[in-house]
């Protein structure tokens, strides 16, 4: 009787000393944010902005390179709603890719930004998604071969919304 009793008030006691839960705290460090890497001042990497918005829009809708051009594609989004009801990113597709199959397909994917895996090799470049405030960025080398290829953003309804332009590749 008395030891289950020490032992009822230990429980008790530990119970009671269990710390508050403490609320996570996260840094949040934009994904994709790479140092560049040091291009030869002949040959610069250039370095392309845009802005997406909570209306689901680009402030640059047309990038214009030269064909096998390096690039870099910094993305900012602005907005306040939590990143899981809005983020967006940058997808460069191969010519001719569907991109409504692609979007339908990938609605399940949200591991791979709601790229389908089956349709991964449409992909020319992407960057991750970006919440409010977060910047990401792709290098990448432009098509060899030139055209108008589509970049958009795969997260859910921003394409229809509006949230697509082009890479010129000349
Ligand atoms: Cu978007």
Redesign the pocket.
């Known amino acids: 009787m008395r030891s289950s009793a020490i032992v009822c008030f230990l429980v008790i006691a530990s119970a009671v000393v269990q710390p508050p839960a403490v609320a996570q705290t996260r840094k949040v460090t934009a994904p994709g944010i790479t140092t560049p890497a040091k291009a030869k001042a002949a040959d610069p990497v250039r370095v392309f902005g845009i802005v ?1 918005s909570e209306d ?1 829009k680009y402030d640059v809708t047309t990038i214009t390179v030269r064909r096998g051009e390096s690039i870099t594609v910094r993305l900012t989004a602005k907005g306040t709603l939590p990143k899981m009801a809005m ?2 990113n940058f997808v460069v597709l191969k010519l001719g890719t569907d991109i409504l199959k692609l979007l339908k397909d990938g609605a399940a994917f949200r591991a791979t930004d709601f790229i389908p895996p089956t349709m991964m090799d449409a992909v020319i470049a992407r960057t991750p998604l970006a919440g409010p405030g977060e910047s990401v960025q792709v290098t990448f080398t432009a098509p060899a071969k030139p055209g108008r290829y589509p970049f958009i ?1 795969t ?1 859910a309804g ?1 394409y229809q919304g509006g ?1 697509k332009g082009t890479l010129v590749v000349r």
Do not use: G, I, S, Y
Request: proline fraction near 0%; charged fraction near 0%; include cysteine.
């Open positions: 997406a689901m983020a967006h953003c997260f921003h949230m």
